[in-house]
């Protein structure tokens, strides 16, 4: 039985005199509000109304029983009323910095199409991180590992001329003895990538090479480190979207593979559900993360 339909429907009534039109204001054809209302008289035991009558009049029983139907009709419109207000409030996430206006705002509005509304806060990865933890936000896409990862992008390197060759090699730009007076290039890391499991096997990667520590280096902004490249023979370590949105040719590494990993970090578990399973295709495309397969990112329609 819907006890609360059946209630509305009984303070409908009660309150117009009449089935027909009780049923009207409840929304049911008058064969529901009757059925409800029998139900509710079977339910309590008693009748509610006196079907002897002309129209629809309360029994001594229903006329008790009144005030507290309209107690619990309208605590119940309350509780829709706070509902309705609590989808509207935003759910503040902290979001990766790398993430264009475009994307972002076509993420808001998938997230608005799923019934969520956002309030987007771009930041480093320890910010995202504290962020979280200090409740000013209620979420965060969180750099993670790749094996923990819910979506992943894969890295490689980025220059400004088109590279010779289809994979990158660290060790190649390891200078020799006549070219030591000359400058060396460089690998810049973003501050996206300034996590350990990006940031230390890098730093392996380039002491094993036999390259200068200056030759990796970490950026204090993508501005910055895009800048170098433009200007240089230096390297970005990107992904793929990335070096296309700022014009860079990109290769993937030869000696290691390097994956941002990304997972939802929330104080409450709902706000990490609902973003991993209504907009895990919005977050991808705008992190341009792999596939749910493990493949190449899907484009965005134009």
């Not at 019934?115 to 910010?127: S, T």
């Not at 810049?188 to 990006?198: A, L, R, S």
């Not at 040719?249 to 990304?262: A, D, K, Q, S, T």
Request: charged share 30%; glycine share 6%; with cysteine.
């Amino acid at each position: 039985m819907d006890v609360l339909g059946a209630w509305r429907a009984f303070l409908n009534v009660s309150e117009r005199g009449s089935f027909t039109e009780g049923a009207a204001a409840t929304r049911v054809p008058q064969s529901v509000a009757s059925r409800r209302i029998a139900a509710l008289e079977k339910h309590l035991g008693e009748r509610l109304f006196d079907r002897s009558s002309r129209g629809a009049v309360l029994t001594q029983f229903g006329r008790d029983l009144l005030p507290s139907a309209k107690r619990l009709v309208r605590l119940a419109d309350d509780i829709e009323h706070e509902a309705e207000r609590a989808k509207l409030n935003p759910l503040r996430l902290a979001v990766p910095d790398i993430c264009t206006v475009h994307d972002l705002a076509r993420l808001d509005a998938e997230a608005r199409r799923n019934g969520i509304y956002l309030d987007l806060h771009a930041a480093v990865p320890a910010e995202r991180t504290e962020l979280v933890r200090s409740r000013e936000a209620r979420a965060a896409l969180a750099a993670v590992p790749p094996g923990d990862a819910a979506w992943s992008v894969g890295l490689g390197l980025a220059g400004a001329t088109d590279l010779p060759t289809a994979t990158v090699y660290i060790e190649t730009l390891r200078a020799g003895r006549a070219a030591r007076s000359s400058r060396r290039s460089r690998i810049w890391i973003q501050p996206e990538d300034d996590v350990p499991h990006i940031r230390d096997r890098m730093f392996r990667i380039r002491d094993a090479a036999g390259l200068q520590p200056a030759q990796v280096t970490v950026s204090a902004t993508l501005t910055a480190a895009t800048a170098e490249v433009l200007g240089s023979a230096d390297l970005l370590l990107c992904s793929p979207k990335q070096a296309g949105e700022l014009g860079l040719h990109w290769r993937p590494l030869g000696e290691i593979e390097l994956v941002r990993g990304f997972d939802v970090s929330a104080a409450v578990r709902d706000d990490a559900e609902r973003i991993r399973t209504r907009l895990w295709q919005a977050v991808a495309r705008c992190l341009g993360a792999r596939d749910r397969e493990g493949g190449a990112p899907s484009r965005p329609k134009s």
